[in-house]
């Protein structure tokens, strides 16, 4: 059972919107604003997609967007695409660093 | 541009050791904590731990016991071994850079990471 817990699914069409929600308790997400999350295509390694938040790493396209509220953070894709369809973790601190079960996002 | 190469044994017997070893190219070795992350086949990611490149090291609590990273300055590279393995410790483990060692703890992010490496352990 993983720290932060995450839908194991999302979807959406081409060009909508999804957002991913990853909860956790005040003494992680709600008690620190360094929630990331990081993206994986099958077979590859996490790419780093959020840090502290909300801030992209360069080259990171501004379709992704994160957010914070109370005990919740929030990844958001806007105008999906096809390559977004992949595996999407949340992390924060617990201690030491935990991560969210993941989410599969689907392109329909 | 920072690059993590990642290698070890990938099959281990019920009580051996499993070990492997990251290099990391370009950018500063001192100035982050490195770190090691598995992920058990279709599940999900588990922080092992990390160090610096002074030694000082932090561990998972539940997997402290069975669990050491060590250093290598002169070659910018950082190992891990986790001793008396079983079939629950079949992942895939990464390695990755992690918090600037000056910033707080909680101040964590990984990246870069390192390709992974499938870990299959079974007698």
């Known amino acids: 059972q993983s720290a932060l817990t995450q839908p194991p699914s999302a979807s959406g069409s081409p060009g909508q919107s999804v957002t991913i929600s990853c909860t956790g308790t005040s003494s992680d997400v709600g008690g620190y604003n360094y929630v990331s999350w990081y993206q994986q295509h099958p077979g590859k390694a996490p790419k780093l997609m959020i840090y502290?938040?909300?801030k992209r790493p360069s080259g990171v396209p501004d379709r992704f967007s994160g957010s914070k509220s109370g005990n919740t953070a929030s990844l958001t894709v806007s105008g999906l695409q096809a390559e977004d369809e992949a595996d999407y973790y949340c992390?924060?601190?617990?201690?030491?660093?935990?991560f969210g079960g993941g989410t599969k996002l689907t392109v329909l | 541009q920072v690059q993590l190469q990642q290698w070890g044994a990938g099959l281990l017997k019920p009580s051996e050791t499993l070990s492997l070893t990251c290099a990391v190219y370009g950018g500063s070795f001192s100035g982050y904590y490195w770190s090691w992350i598995r992920q058990p086949p279709g599940k999900g990611l588990e922080w092992i731990g990390e160090i610096n490149h002074s030694g000082s090291t932090n561990y998972n609590p539940s997997l402290k016991s069975r669990v050491t990273i060590s250093v290598d300055t002169s070659k910018n590279q950082f190992s891990l071994k986790l001793s008396s393995v079983t079939a629950a410790d079949t992942a895939v483990y990464y390695c990755?850079?992690?918090?600037?060692?000056?910033?707080?703890?909680?101040?964590?992010?990984?990246?870069?990471w390192g390709q992974g490496t499938l870990v299959t352990v079974s007698s």
């Open positions: 502290e938040v909300s």
């Open positions: 990755a850079r992690g918090r600037n060692v000056v910033v707080p703890a909680a101040m964590i992010w990984f990246d870069p």
């Open positions: 992390s924060s601190y617990a201690g030491s660093p935990v």
